[in-house]
């Protein structure tokens, strides 16, 4: 039997701690040390998981032998510093969303693990929530009909950050997600927003995607809203799919409703539309913690040498989209093309190596 993989994990703020609990539950994988430059944080977890070691020097875990790999859970800022030092310490390397601050950072650390044969994996945790990959299911099978669009709202009061705007902050899930779904990337990006409580870092975005087939996607980012919502939308030409990731138990929803223009009509006067109002029914989604299953994931990919879902190259085209919708944002919100768009199915082909836990039931 393998030994178990030997994990660290630097931050422990807001997400870290999730991955440590995480990583310390998986049977075949020892979290070993956990940094932060905070004390009292490190106080709380040594309480939590008296056997796993603490440290505020990040150095001691890219020098630690017996580390395989490291999870960075920090601000962005520090992404790419933390895991060019991980890669080229030769350990796998995992890193929560977004990637990093800028198209050619993601690039260095592509190469730099592809160049070692590490595994990097970037966190975008929804590509591993059973009811997005019923979704994703559902749509392939085409039992909505052709994509039209998809509209996300993404909304909150807070958390505000410093040193990244909202979109940065809160649309990798959505943008990983819409990705996922269109298995391609998009033509243009657009995106508008001000700036209502830090000048400079907008607090309310509204990115627009353009893909091929004229479907587009639309993404609304706040941190000013009253109501935590986390709503998708799939519109088809045959149905429609709501997606509430607040919502405790019925995640989607399926909506048998479409519009239908007739299809011979000899004067306007003749010309009217036909709305279909149909069932809604809710399809069933096992529960279960997408976290988790990332983590999983990580762990067997080192272990296989498969590439992840959610490889370095997935995240570097969320980062590509968010660095043209900050350009797009600076100038008033003129729509900027996309460089190499084009068929994503290869990006994805990791698919078949998800836990199983993810898709069963779903």
């Known amino acids: 039997m393998a030994r178990p993989l030997t994990v660290g994990v630097v931050g422990c703020g807001y997400w870290g701690p999730n991955l440590i609990r995480n990583f310390r539950q998986l049977p075949d994988c020892r979290l070993k040390v956990v940094c932060d430059l905070n004390p009292e944080r490190l106080a709380h977890m040594r309480r939590l998981y008296p056997e796993v070691q603490t440290t505020q020097n990040y150095d001691e875990l890219v020098r630690d032998p017996d580390l395989d790999a490291i999870a960075i859970a920090t ?5 790419h510093r933390m895991a060019r030092a991980s890669l080229l310490a030769g350990k796998h390397t995992f890193i929560e969303k977004p990637m990093a601050a800028s198209v050619a950072e993601c690039e260095e650390l592509v190469q730099l693990a592809e160049d070692r044969g ?5 966190g975008h945790t929804f590509l591993f929530s059973p009811a997005v990959r019923k979704i994703k299911e559902i749509i392939s099978r085409g039992d909505i009909g052709p994509l039209h669009y998809i509209a996300a709202r993404r909304l909150n009061l807070g958390l505000f950050q410093k040193d990244i705007n909202v979109t ?3 649309a990798p899930h ?4 819409i990705l996922y779904i269109m298995d391609s990337l998009p033509h243009t990006v657009s995106c508008w927003g001000n700036a209502h409580i830090t000048p400079g870092i907008e607090d ?7 893909f091929d087939n004229h479907r587009i996607a639309m993404v609304h980012s706040s941190w000013l809203d009253p109501k935590k919502v986390r709503e998708m939308t799939f519109v088809g030409t045959r149905r429609m799919i709501v997606y509430d990731d607040v919502a405790v138990h019925e995640k989607i929803k399926i ?8 299809p011979h009509y000899d004067t306007f006067a003749e010309f009217q539309y036909s709305y279909h109002y149909g069932d809604m029914y809710v399809p069933y989604v096992k529960q279960e913690e997408p976290l988790k299953l990332e983590c999983q994931h990580f762990v067997e990919c080192i272990r296989t040498g498969r590439k992840p879902l959610t490889s370095g190259r997935e995240g570097l085209e ?13 100038n008033g919100g003129v729509p900027v093309h996309v ?12 698919e078949s190596a998800v836990p199983a836990a993810a898709t069963a039931h779903s």
Request: charged share 20%.
């Open 75 to 79: 601000p962005v800022r520090f992404h």
């Open 118 to 122: 590490l595994t990097l994996m970037v």
């Open 168 to 170: 940065w902050d809160l």
């Open 174 to 177: 959505d943008l990983s997600i």
């Open 204 to 210: 309310v975005t509204s990115l627009h995607l353009t």
């Open 255 to 262: 909506y048998d409703a479409r519009v239908e223009v007739p």
């Open 318 to 330: 969320v980062v590509r989209i968010l660095e043209l919708a900050t350009q797009s944002l600076r």
């Open 339 to 350: 460089n190499g768009n084009g068929s994503k199915q290869t990006l994805f082909e990791a």
